[in-house]
């Protein structure tokens, strides 16, 4: 996330469908620009390689990037079976090769389901992780291998998108759709499927279609958002507390809303639909999303972290 003081103070989130060959930051910047936009950051990084959804998140929207980082994420993956890079995808460098044996379907359906529900993930060297400060990327352009830990991350579903058929297989790739917890690096994937299949693998193509509560259909080009007038491209910005809506909502009163807005608990007389039970909830007043508060044990709303923008 970045700041600037000399632009607009523009609040809210926007599906981007990145295009390919860009960074995640490179992609932000863009339309960051396009909105001369005080504060902004994503949400999930996509490799230069990957293409599709990014949520992109401005002003006060900033404050719930962290919960969407949380977020079931789908992917489209093509992969290459019979060849290894250094970075597990086709912008590496082939390490190794391998014929690809001549799989029956049955094969691959074990393979896939070999994958799915939790399993054990080794992040690749390639990525944002840090080891001793330094990014693990950064070791890996150095030549440096450096051992990893694996962490348990979920596959929710791995379906295969192209019939792979290998009597008439005119090339050594998978198509799949991935459904997955956060944490979950595709690359690794492809990758132990490859050995899994005794072949190796690397990914091709990617393109995430879901984050969340969003989907790829939502999303605007950055061409398409060039095209835009100022108005059309503010009415293209989601309200920031869209993606809280899973998290019950309570409407305070004037003195319940200044009691908040000063870090102060409220006991709230509040006729709720539903029993509320502790934990986390969305706090407005009038038509104002206040921010995040928390019902606690003993009845009272605390607040915890406050929004400062009117939500019509």
């Known amino acids: 996330m970045s700041k ?28 960051r ?11 999930g990084s996509l490799d230069p390689l990957a293409t599709g959804l990014l949520p992109l998140c401005f002003g006060e929207a900033t404050k719930v990037s962290g919960l969407m980082l949380d977020d079931n994420k789908r992917y489209q993956v093509v992969i290459q079976l019979g060849i290894m890079t250094d970075t597990g995808d086709a912008e590496g460098k082939v390490i190794a090769t391998k014929p690809v044996p001549l799989f029956s ?56 998108l192209s019939n792979f058929d290998a009597t008439t297989r005119i090339s050594d790739q998978i198509i799949l759709e991935v459904y997955c917890s956060k944490g979950t690096y595709i690359r690794s994937l492809a990758e132990d499927i490859g050995h899994f299949l005794g072949c190796g693998g690397t990914v091709k193509a990617l393109r ?17 958002l060039k095209a835009m007038d100022e108005q059309s491209l503010y009415e293209s910005l989601i309200n920031v507390d869209k993606p809280l809506e899973k998290l019950p909502s309570v409407y305070l009163s ?26 986390p909830l ?15 044990i003993d009845g009272k709303i605390a607040p915890k972290k406050l929004f400062n923008i009117n939500m019509q």
């Open 33 to 43: 620009h396009l909105f001369n936009a005080n504060k902004a950051g994503h949400t």
């Open 254 to 279: 004037d003195q319940e809303a200044i009691a908040i807005k000063y870090g102060q608990s409220i006991n709230s007389k509040l006729e709720l639909s539903i029993a509320m039970q502790p934990g």
């Open 105 to 160: 379907s049955e094969e691959i359906c074990a393979c896939l389901q070999a994958f799915i529900g939790e399993i054990e993930q080794v992040p690749p060297m390639y990525s944002a992780l840090k080891h001793n400060g330094r990014k693990l990327y950064e070791l890996a352009r150095e030549g440096k291998v450096i051992e990893r830990k694996a962490r348990r991350i979920k596959i929710l579903d791995l379906m295969q």
């Open 208 to 224: 995430r279609i879901e984050s969340g509560q969003f989907n790829i259909t939502q999303a605007k080009t950055i061409e398409q």
């Open 4 to 31: 600037r003081t000399s632009g607009n103070n523009v609040h809210g989130i926007l599906l981007l469908d990145k295009r390919l060959g860009v960074s995640s930051n490179k992609a932000l910047q863009e339309v």
């Open 282 to 296: 969305r706090m407005y007043h009038a038509s104002a999303f206040l921010g995040l508060g928390e019902m606690q």
